[in-house]
């Protein structure tokens, strides 16, 4: 008999990679063989885009040719420009960006081709695209005029400058961008396996990437950042240990804690919470930092768990002045690198993705006409 299915497919090897890697225990995280601490801080969004999408960090040549394409990139297709604002008024943000990404598919140019050029061109656009959708979908939905992409600007300063209407500080941008990079991609996650699994089929790109907005959506995924941030406005701040002690007696999930793959801190985490710090003193209210220190604390004295990259990643947005419901679509504005990079390198050497099965149902049933039942 056959052993029995892994739950959760956990430590299943479901596909090879040459994107991204883990070391769950050591806590460690590398893009195609660069230790994440290397690159955050120091190597920008557009960078590690390419470094993802190319295989390669750029030189200056090819980060200047790679960010004029993004600029090309970065305009909405009709379908999209005719649609976003009744979109933005019925449906929420996930939701509406996983129709926009879905009807600019087909303004697409390269739509119908899967070669690696094509699809590398299709990587650039949808990174591109990505925070404009998220900046126009919150302007349409407030009602509110936002200032068009300057294509002198990076994709971090340029979304921080459409949602806040503010031009950024350098150092808001700087936390921003190092934010996306640490965002980037994250092996086989819900996500990305979702991609690989549509794009196995052969299926395009973007049917891919709609795919994984739809995982990203879901609040075990995606949506945990968001969860922290109305904890966090949910606690007096007074009471912090408290609360979540009796939340944990309760049985209760605190979102933001705890990884499937590390045993250790989350490296993601390590950087996120030194930015929520200097933001937070920023501000001159570093309320929710404080908060979300003591429930650290409180929470690996109680249950030996680590936050992971959503825990931090909620008071950094916070403190940008993101809307805490666009918490998880900006996560897809940086994972959209990662995304692209992994439906290229699935088609590159692909195989459908058809794992089995266990049956557990009845056995052996007889039919019964149905007046005899």
Same mark, same amino acid.
């Given at each position: 008999?056959?052993?029995?299915p892994?739950?959760?497919?956990?430590?299943v090897v479901?596909?090879?990679t040459a994107?991204?890697?883990?070391?769950g225990q050591?806590?460690r995280?590398f893009?195609?063989?660069y230790?994440?601490?290397d690159?955050?801080g120091?190597?920008?969004?557009?960078?590690?885009?390419?470094l993802?999408?190319h295989?390669?960090?750029?030189?200056r040549?090819?980060l200047?040719?790679?960010?004029?394409?993004l600029v090309?990139?970065r305009?909405?297709?009709?379908?999209v420009q005719?649609?976003?604002a009744e979109i933005a /008024?019925?449906?929420? %943000?996930?939701e509406a960006? *996983?129709?926009?990404v879905?009807l600019?598919a087909?303004?697409d #140019? @390269?739509? +119908?081709?899967n070669?690696?050029?094509a699809?590398r061109?299709k990587?650039?656009r949808? /990174?591109?695209q990505? %925070?404009t959708?998220?900046a *126009?979908?919150?302007?349409?939905?407030?009602?509110t005029?936002i #200032? @068009?992409p +300057?294509?002198?600007?990076?994709i971090a300063?340029?979304?921080?400058?459409q949602i806040?209407?503010?031009?950024p500080?350098d150092?808001?941008?700087?936390?921003?961008?190092?934010?996306?990079v640490?965002h980037?991609?994250?092996?086989m996650?819900a996500s990305?396996?979702?991609?690989r699994?549509?794009a196995?089929?052969?299926?395009d790109?973007h049917s891919a990437i709609?795919?994984a907005?739809g995982?990203?959506?879901?609040p075990l995924?995606?949506?945990a950042n968001?969860?922290v941030?109305l904890?966090l406005?949910?606690?007096?701040?007074?009471?912090?240990?408290?609360t979540?002690?009796?939340k944990l007696?309760?049985g209760e999930?605190?979102?933001?804690?705890g990884h499937?793959v590390?045993?250790?801190e989350?490296?993601?985490?390590?950087h996120?919470?030194k930015?929520?710090?200097?933001?937070g003193e920023?501000?001159g209210?570093?309320?929710?930092?404080r908060m979300?220190?003591?429930?650290?604390?409180?929470?690996?004295?109680e249950k030996?768990?680590?936050?992971n990259?959503?825990?931090?990643?909620?008071t950094?947005?916070?403190?940008?002045?993101?809307p805490t419901?666009?918490f998880t679509?900006v996560?897809?504005?940086?994972r959209?690198?990662?995304w692209?990079?992994?439906?290229?390198?699935?088609?590159a050497?692909?195989?459908?993705?058809?794992p089995?099965?266990?049956?557990i149902?009845e056995r052996d049933?007889?039919?019964?006409?149905?007046?005899e039942?």
């Amino acid at each position: 008999m056959a052993d029995k299915p892994t739950k959760g497919l956990a430590d299943v090897v479901a596909a090879s990679t040459a994107l991204s890697d883990i070391d769950g225990q050591a806590g460690r995280l590398f893009y195609r063989g660069y230790d994440i601490h290397d690159l955050a801080g120091r190597t920008s969004f557009e960078e590690t885009a390419h470094l993802l999408q190319h295989g390669t960090l750029p030189d200056r040549e090819q980060l200047t040719d790679y960010g004029a394409e993004l600029v090309r990139g970065r305009d909405l297709g009709r379908l999209v420009q005719d649609n976003l604002a009744e979109i933005a /008024t019925t449906m929420k %943000p996930m939701e509406a960006l *996983r129709t926009l990404v879905s009807l600019a598919a087909a303004d697409d #140019p @390269d739509k +119908d081709s899967n070669e690696p050029e094509a699809n590398r061109r299709k990587a650039a656009r949808l /990174t591109a695209q990505q %925070p404009t959708l998220v900046a *126009r979908y919150q302007a349409a939905r407030t009602g509110t005029e936002i #200032p @068009d992409p +300057d294509p002198d600007l990076s994709i971090a300063a340029n979304f921080l400058l459409q949602i806040t209407g503010r031009t950024p500080s350098d150092r808001a941008v700087e936390i921003f961008d190092e934010a996306l990079v640490l965002h980037a991609d994250h092996t086989m996650n819900a996500s990305t396996f979702a991609a690989r699994v549509c794009a196995a089929t052969l299926s395009d790109m973007h049917s891919a990437i709609v795919a994984a907005i739809g995982t990203l959506k879901g609040p075990l995924h995606g949506g945990a950042n968001e969860q922290v941030m109305l904890t966090l406005e949910s606690i007096d701040p007074s009471g912090v240990a408290q609360t979540v002690r009796d939340k944990l007696a309760a049985g209760e999930k605190i979102m933001g804690f705890g990884h499937r793959v590390y045993k250790t801190e989350d490296p993601r985490a390590t950087h996120l919470r030194k930015m929520s710090r200097e933001l937070g003193e920023a501000s001159g209210d570093d309320t929710y930092y404080r908060m979300s220190k003591e429930m650290e604390e409180v929470v690996f004295a109680e249950k030996g768990l680590y936050p992971n990259v959503d825990f931090f990643a909620a008071t950094v947005y916070h403190y940008l002045g993101i809307p805490t419901d666009l918490f998880t679509p900006v996560f897809s504005v940086s994972r959209m690198a990662g995304w692209t990079a992994h439906v290229i390198e699935q088609h590159a050497d692909n195989r459908l993705i058809r794992p089995d099965s266990e049956y557990i149902g009845e056995r052996d049933q007889k039919w019964i006409p149905i007046d005899e039942r």
